[in-house]
């Protein structure tokens, strides 16, 4: 096991060296990892999005089945590193004290690492099940990599049995989590003097009615908290993250935009706050809006809507983890992650890799040679069920 904590520390100073925040391409990352795993044998896509400088990854050892196997899933992309006091270089792995620091340590290119410093040993075996692994683009802008990625697989039919997503969990066995859903929406009125505001039609205005009934909808899901809900708190969350209008008191503005986010615990909550928001919206701003100007707008951007995981009765991730791990028991974390995406297309998905989310996106971000090791010992175990 020492090698091959060896050989993780050595490949996360490689992947950390990249700077994949989501802003910028992760190319040159997924390259790399492409060339490791190809030269090893696996049969190894590249999906570019759009704009041809980001890409998934979807690589396999192992029989290509269309059914069934176990995916590996980790996000690529890393946060900014901008005006945050980091002590050592972020993109530059620095070992003190059984700590590796360095951005994306523990979210999530150790368990990216770690996994790549398994795949030789995986390789070398006689493998009755495939072995996926599955490197994501920009899932800290809203998903939109891996909501890619899963259509992608959708649509060649191939649906795997179990994917382990390896966010940093401290190798506890994450069932559940709610889903993250975020919006933009700009506010289009007519400027005018603030001495008549009736001639014009106020932006801000606008938005700030807007935001009022979106705060009587946080309320209002409050009650339709399920029965037993396993979350903290139980029901589906509204929060309102930015809002910005006008220049002047005495000017009527005509753009204002607001920011906000939903955390549905049910798909139905996430269907009833935008059809109230649509209807308000329809039906209360926008008449009085375009009685003044008929080119007033208000115009929604999704930024990502990405559904939770939720909890299963009888899933074979939450076993699969519970014999790889040793862990007697499956827990809920308030953050999101991409393991719903491909819960939507029948795959039986549960969270757990190395780190703790209380050091994700902050200075000085870590990982603990600890964790790296039980995460190696977690997919040393994998190897006695791919070749069964």
Aim: hydrophobic share 45%; with cysteine; aromatic share 6%.
């Amino acid at each position: 096991m020492t090698d091959r904590l060896d050989s993780t520390r050595a490949i996360l100073a490689d992947l950390v060296a990249f700077p994949t925040v989501s802003s910028d391409s992760n190319l040159a990352m997924i390259v790399h990892i492409a060339a490791m795993l190809g030269d090893l044998g696996a049969h190894v896509d590249l999906f570019h999005d759009e704009t041809g400088q980001k890409a998934n990854l979807f690589a396999t050892l192992g029989p290509r089945a269309a059914g069934g196997g176990i995916v590996l899933s980790g996000h690529t992309d890393v946060v900014p590193v901008t005006d945050q006091d980091w002590s050592t270089d972020p993109f530059r792995l620095h070992e003190a004290d059984g700590r590796l620091y360095g951005r994306g340590t523990c979210d999530m290119k150790g368990f990216i690492a770690a996994t790549l410093a398994m795949a030789p040993v995986w390789a070398a075996l006689d493998l009755k099940r495939p072995l996926h692994f599955a490197f994501t683009h920009d899932e800290e802008v809203g998903c939109l990599g891996g909501q890619a990625l899963v259509a992608e697989l959708a649509a060649r039919g191939l649906r795997p049995e179990v994917a382990i997503i390896g966010e940093p969990t401290e190798m506890r066995i994450v069932e559940a989590h709610k889903g993250c859903c975020e919006y933009s929406v700009e506010f289009h009125g007519l400027e005018g003097h603030g001495s008549n505001p009736d001639a014009g039609v106020n932006a801000a205005e606008a938005a700030v009615r807007y935001v009022a009934r979106l705060m009587d909808l946080a309320q209002a899901l409050k009650a339709r908290a399920p029965h037993n809900s396993p979350f903290t708190p139980p029901w589906t969350t509204i929060n309102l993250g930015r809002i910005a209008g006008g220049h002047a008191h005495n000017v009527i503005p005509g753009r204002a935009e607001v920011d906000w986010e939903m955390r549905p615990v049910q798909a139905a909550d996430m269907a009833f706050v935008k059809d109230q928001m649509a209807r308000h919206v329809d039906e209360v701003l926008l008449p009085g809006m375009r009685a003044v100007d008929p080119a007033a707008a208000i115009l929604t951007r999704v930024v990502g809507e990405v559904a939770g995981l939720e909890p299963m009765e009888d899933s074979a991730a939450r076993r699969l983890l519970m014999d790889l791990t040793g862990e007697a028991r499956a827990e809920t974390v308030p953050f999101s992650t991409e393991a719903g995406l491909f819960q939507s297309i029948g795959c039986a998905a549960a969270v757990c890799g190395p780190g703790s989310i209380a050091q994700a996106h902050k200075p000085d971000e870590y990982i603990t040679l600890d964790q790296l090791a039980q995460c190696l010992s977690m997919l040393d175990n994998l190897a006695a069920v791919l070749t069964r």
